[in-house]
């Protein structure tokens, strides 16, 4: 594959993403303003931070075969497959929990298969070791030469990347929130934003582990911590993939008050946290909260 035909503009992504006002009166009665980054528009098959992390991974991987790693309902996964047969690349995806093999694939995973990634399914103690020596060798010993991208696609080129959502938004002081899984979307969006400005990440799994994991990601990619940032762990309703009636309900009328689709694994919580986080008095009168879509339903 030539540099020519592996140009990821031919893609045509929707950038910069556009940002749009939400007015709601939950944040205007404490005189707030809400506006969402609409990441979620920049590509239908690549949507939001995915597009922003793979693309440089990608760039980078030149057409060579990518190996990755996810859940069973993995929009990583999704997206890396997706970028497969779009630009006519193999791919490999390492699933957690080796039960599911032999299995009717769920529809996540199905579509992964229908864009002609290679499944692996591997036990959840091994899938913990992923990024051991050891692992990776087994992986590379069956597969052959690959370029490996971990978990969500979160490493240092993928922040990076992610540095551009920050610099789309300058000029807009006040803060901009995200939800975090890996936390390379934070990581670079915290490094891209200009004076005056602030990063918010609302983890969507339980652990407290994700402050660790942006500084390392910032010290790999930028040489240090980067940016104004920090974390609310309280919105993560039970841990990855978990919701509650509570939050489906909330993400219904936000749909209902916004013709906005709400993803519920990642932006209805970020969007549930906001709202309770301005009820609480957290952003100052005259201030604005940015939300970053990152995803689709």
Partial sequence: MTDETFDLSRLQPVLPSPLQPAEDERFARHGVTLLLKRDDLIHPDLPGN???????????????TVLTFGGAY???????????????????????????????LNPSLARCAADGMRLHFVDRSTYRAKASPDVLDGLLSLFGECVVVPEGGSNALAAQGCTELGRELRGRPGTVAVACGTGGTLAGLAAGLGDGQRALGIPVLRGGFLGAAVEDLQR????????????????????????????????????????????????????YGLTVLAGEGAFAP????????????
């Fill in 50 to 64: 995915k597009w922003r992390k793979l693309a440089p991974n990608l760039r980078a991987a030149a057409g060579r």
């Fill in 74 to 104: 993995s929009n990583h996964l999704r997206a890396t497959a997706a970028a497969g047969r779009l630009l006519g690349f193999r791919t490999v995806g390492v699933v957690r929990g080796d039960e599911l093999d032999g299995r009717p």
């Fill in 220 to 271: 790999e990619a930028f040489g240090a911590r980067a940016g104004r940032w920090s974390l609310d762990e309280r919105f993560h309703f039970g841990g990855y993939a978990r919701t509650t009636p509570e939050l489906h309900a909330f993400a219904d009328d936000f749909e209902d008050r916004h013709g906005l689709p709400v993803e519920r694994l990642y932006v209805a919580k970020l969007l």
């Fill in 286 to 297: 005259g201030s604005t909260v940015t939300a970053v879509v990152t995803g689709r339903p």
